[in-house]
């Protein structure tokens, strides 16, 4: 899953892209500019998701929202922006905008991935069905591949012992008729699309 990310000083979102590329597996487009986000927006039609991060009420990057806000065809795209509440003006004026993902800049991990599954629930673009299981379980993508390695093990284990008689190769083909999503290539679990994601306060 493809993410815009803006930020005007190198450090800004490094919370939040750590979150969305280690933990999610998320592929991060990075910004510093209107014009560069605009850039990478037309260049990258499969962007699910924008973050950026405002510091004053003259940020260029208020433009790039009001921008977002005022386009039809990118209306729906879901904006998740970083600020602090010492800054009401800016607080003010993305709530004018009809921001509907504010995360504060003092904001716990916790509050952090649950404004990501409501951002990403309300998006037009494509989801992974890897993303949406790993942010419900928070766990980071490489430690998820390990647990599905571990898994895999358990299934075939389970065969054997129901039927001894098989080979391993054959084992491992009855695990993956019973299990398939174990043996996923992309580590996506099976789970259905629908009402997977928990409510969230905006």
């Given at each position: 899953m493809k993410v815009l990310?803006?930020?005007?000083?190198?450090?800004?979102?490094?919370?939040?892209?750590?979150?969305?590329?280690?933990?999610?597996?998320?592929?991060?487009c990075r910004a510093s500019s209107l014009a560069e986000g605009l850039e990478i927006w037309d260049r990258e039609p499969e962007i699910a998701l924008a973050v950026c991060h405002i510091t004053t009420p003259d940020s260029g990057?208020?433009?790039?929202?009001?921008?977002?806000?005022?386009?039809?065809?990118?209306?729906?795209?879901?904006l998740l922006v970083k600020t602090s509440r010492d800054r009401p003006d800016v607080y003010a004026t993305l709530l004018a905008l009809k921001v509907r993902y504010i995360l504060d800049e003092s904001s716990t991990h916790q509050c952090l991935m649950a404004r990501l599954r409501a951002a990403l629930n309300d998006t037009p673009g494509m989801v992974e069905r890897r993303t949406k299981v790993l942010l419900a379980l928070d766990m980071e993508l490489?430690?998820?591949?390990?647990l599905q390695s571990s898994m895999r093990k358990l299934a075939v284990s389970f065969i054997k012992e129901s039927f001894p008689e098989l080979r391993l190769e054959q084992?491992?083909?009855?695990?993956?008729?019973?299990?398939?999503?174990?043996?996923?290539?992309?580590?996506?679990?099976?789970?259905?699309?629908?009402d997977f994601f928990e409510a969230a306060e905006v």
């Open positions: 990310c803006l930020e005007e000083a190198p450090d800004l979102l490094k919370d939040v892209r750590e979150t969305l590329e280690a933990r999610l597996g998320c592929e991060i990057l208020l433009s790039f929202v009001q921008k977002m806000k005022s386009e039809p065809e990118w209306k729906r795209l879901p490489a430690e998820y591949q390990k084992a491992e083909e009855k695990a993956q008729v019973l299990w398939p999503c174990i043996w996923d290539q992309d580590s996506n679990l099976s789970f259905a699309d629908e």
